[in-house]
């Protein structure tokens, strides 16, 4: 696994953490949970973006 995947869950694992972490205390703090969220979210999308679609693996297939 190479270190901008890991990178990329490490920061899905933290934003979620900080996420429940603003979200479950009594006096919320908004801006941790936005950071929380914002950092969950970079995460999410690095991830996303190697991730081929289905049709384009289909079209790969199919002219093999």
């Known amino acids: 696994m190479n270190i901008s995947k890991t990178l990329s869950y490490v920061m899905i694992l933290i934003g979620a953490m900080v996420a429940i972490?603003?979200?479950a205390q009594v006096n919320q703090n908004e801006?941790?949970?936005?950071?929380?969220?914002?950092?969950?979210?970079?995460?999410?999308?690095?991830?996303?973006?190697n991730?081929?679609?289905?049709?384009?693996?289909?079209?790969?297939?199919?002219s093999q």
């Open 21 to 23: 972490y603003a979200k």
């Open 31 to 49: 801006y941790i949970l936005i950071g929380g969220i914002v950092l969950l979210m970079v995460g999410v999308y690095r991830i996303s973006r």
């Open 51 to 62: 991730i081929s679609s289905k049709s384009e693996r289909e079209n790969d297939n199919e």
